[in-house]
């Protein structure tokens, strides 16, 4: 299988989708002519035309709000925000329209739309271009959430997600566009949203995680396996919904649970499976369910020395682990 990295997975996933189907368009800030900031349309504009590959201003609010309306007369928008950052204007198209819409039309009505953005620190990006904004939409019925982590679940997902009549939103580690690398099909296949995947299978506990911190978190299980300790690595890959089952399962398999994500820590994806493994597999702990995630403060710092404090890294993890087999 062809080696590709995260973007060119989303690039291909995109291409294909809209050269099988007349109805997926794609709406954003510089996607046409510039081929996208980080060049995921490249080409799309001259292949396309303007009528489905379509610079947007600098409003999102109404590019959300433009792609619910195509949504709901039987299109299949894909709405990218160049950065998540940027998503707020949109929230309430994203949370108070979209997500609502099936339930409130008695299920007469879909909302068939992706609205992709890239998320998350470690580029030095500052305060308005790092921001990992997921636990604000996985909080809301209504939503589909993704945070794939491989060019290979980056693919399988955006197909399946362009393909649902569920709103999707769909984040995308920057960090991961070109610094991942993975195999990849060239025949066609995609992956069930809402499941997650065991990246590494273990014994001795279980680290549960998504996006850039998966590729941190199988560091440290390679690490600590020459110590002898057996780490299962869970990529959560969607969480909304949260593949509960297999969350479970792990815990129950090795008795201790970390969980790893970038955002912080308070009310975050952490917290809600923390809430789920102590609802459903508290009687097979052997020790206290811990969570590594970014610190209490508003937004990613720029300085690199406080970025750098501010992203979970290796380093923190194995101190996790080592507190958490001390039980």
């Given at each position: 299988m062809p080696e590709i990295n995260v973007i060119?997975?989303?690039?291909?996933?995109?291409?294909?989708?809209?050269?099988?189907?007349?109805?997926?368009?794609?709406?954003g800030e510089d996607v046409g002519k510039r081929g996208g900031v980080f060049l995921a349309s490249e080409g799309f504009l001259e292949t396309f035309g303007p009528d489905r590959v379509i610079d947007a201003p600098l409003a999102e609010d109404s590019i959300a709000g433009v792609s619910i309306g195509a949504a709901m007369r039987g299109m299949r928008p894909i709405a990218e925000m160049q950065f998540a950052d940027f998503v707020w204007p949109a929230v309430n198209q994203i949370i108070g329209e979209a997500a609502r819409v099936h339930y409130g039309t008695n299920g007469q009505v879909n909302v068939p739309l992706v609205i992709r953005s890239p998320y998350g620190g470690g580029v030095r990006g500052g305060l308005y271009h790092s921001?990992?904004?997921e636990a604000y939409f996985a909080h809301t019925p209504?939503?589909?959430?993704?945070?794939?982590?491989?060019?290979?679940?980056?693919?399988?997902?955006?197909?399946?997600?362009?393909?649902?009549?569920d709103?999707?939103?769909?984040?995308?580690?920057?960090?991961?566009?070109?610094?991942?690398?993975?195999?990849?099909?060239?025949?066609?296949?995609?992956?069930?949203?809402?499941?997650?995947?065991?990246?590494?299978n273990g014994a001795h506990l279980s680290?549960?995680?998504?996006?850039?911190?998966?590729?941190?978190?199988?560091?440290?299980a390679e690490i600590l396996l020459s110590e002898g300790i057996d780490?299962?690595?869970?990529?959560?890959?969607?969480?909304?919904?949260?593949?509960?089952?297999?969350?479970?399962?792990?815990?129950?398999?090795?008795?201790?649970?970390?969980?790893?994500?970038?955002?912080?820590?308070?009310?975050?994806?952490?917290?809600?499976?923390?809430?789920?493994?102590?609802?459903?597999a508290f009687d097979f702990l052997d020790a206290p369910v811990l969570r590594i995630a970014g610190p209490e403060v508003p937004a990613m710092p720029f300085a690199t020395s406080l970025e750098d404090i501010f992203m979970p890294n290796t380093e923190r993890i194995i101190q996790a682990v080592t507190q958490t087999m001390a039980y």
């Amino acid at each position: 299988m062809p080696e590709i990295n995260v973007i060119e997975a989303v690039r291909q996933a995109m291409y294909e989708e809209m050269t099988r189907d007349p109805e997926v368009f794609l709406i954003g800030e510089d996607v046409g002519k510039r081929g996208g900031v980080f060049l995921a349309s490249e080409g799309f504009l001259e292949t396309f035309g303007p009528d489905r590959v379509i610079d947007a201003p600098l409003a999102e609010d109404s590019i959300a709000g433009v792609s619910i309306g195509a949504a709901m007369r039987g299109m299949r928008p894909i709405a990218e925000m160049q950065f998540a950052d940027f998503v707020w204007p949109a929230v309430n198209q994203i949370i108070g329209e979209a997500a609502r819409v099936h339930y409130g039309t008695n299920g007469q009505v879909n909302v068939p739309l992706v609205i992709r953005s890239p998320y998350g620190g470690g580029v030095r990006g500052g305060l308005y271009h790092s921001q990992s904004p997921e636990a604000y939409f996985a909080h809301t019925p209504g939503l589909k959430v993704i945070c794939p982590a491989t060019p290979y679940d980056a693919k399988g997902l955006l197909k399946s997600a362009i393909r649902d009549n569920d709103p999707v939103v769909f984040f995308e580690h920057k960090r991961t566009y070109r610094a991942v690398k993975g195999e990849v099909p060239e025949e066609e296949y995609f992956l069930p949203i809402g499941k997650g995947e065991i990246k590494k299978n273990g014994a001795h506990l279980s680290i549960i995680t998504y996006g850039l911190m998966l590729h941190y978190c199988l560091e440290v299980a390679e690490i600590l396996l020459s110590e002898g300790i057996d780490i299962e690595v869970l990529d959560l890959r969607t969480l909304r919904p949260l593949d509960q089952e297999l969350i479970v399962s792990s815990v129950k398999k090795t008795g201790r649970a970390i969980i790893v994500h970038e955002d912080t820590k308070a009310l975050g994806v952490g917290a809600e499976v923390s809430a789920i493994i102590a609802e459903q597999a508290f009687d097979f702990l052997d020790a206290p369910v811990l969570r590594i995630a970014g610190p209490e403060v508003p937004a990613m710092p720029f300085a690199t020395s406080l970025e750098d404090i501010f992203m979970p890294n290796t380093e923190r993890i194995i101190q996790a682990v080592t507190q958490t087999m001390a039980y």
